[in-house]
């Protein structure tokens, strides 16, 4: 936070990677993809309006697109029912191979898993 009870740039950015790191294990818990290799590829952040410090937060988590190796994943941050921030974030699948390995086309069961929380019209 700041001098004026702010959430400041870097505390959104954890609150992002927070509710990014949550969303990917529950893909793991409960689609049982086993243990894919992704990374983070990309992220950028709009500031909305000022988050306030010690103020209740939400998070709303969708995927927007999905291509052969990579996907994108949208969040929305709130508070008192309105959009303060939009986080826009590439995850590259990496596949179960060692360090060092490039792109891997992503496995249907983490397709599917990820067809599940597809933002919708």
């Known amino acids: 936070m700041d001098v004026n009870f702010h959430l400041n740039n870097v505390a959104v950015a954890g609150?992002?990677?927070?509710?990014?790191?949550?969303?990917?294990?529950?893909?793991?818990?409960?689609?049982?993809i086993g243990r894919p290799r992704f990374l983070v590829?990309?992220?950028e952040i709009d500031y909305l309006?000022?988050?306030k410090y010690r103020?209740?937060?939400a998070m709303g988590v969708a995927?927007?697109?999905t291509g052969t190796s990579s996907w994108r994943v949208?969040?929305?941050l709130f508070q008192a029912g309105a959009c303060i921030g939009l986080?826009?974030?590439v995850m590259v699948h990496r596949g179960d191979s060692e360090v060092g390995a490039g792109p891997a086309p992503i496995?249907?069961?983490?397709?599917?898993?990820?067809g599940d929380f597809a933002l919708r019209p």
């Open 74 to 76: 949208a969040m929305g």
């Open 107 to 114: 496995p249907d069961v983490l397709r599917a898993a990820l």
């Open 15 to 32: 609150l992002y990677e927070e509710a990014r790191v949550r969303f990917n294990w529950h893909l793991r818990d409960t689609f049982a």
């Open 41 to 43: 590829a990309r992220v």
């Open 63 to 65: 995927v927007t697109a």
């Open 87 to 89: 986080c826009d974030t």
């Open 55 to 57: 103020v209740p937060t």
């Open 49 to 51: 309006g000022e988050g």
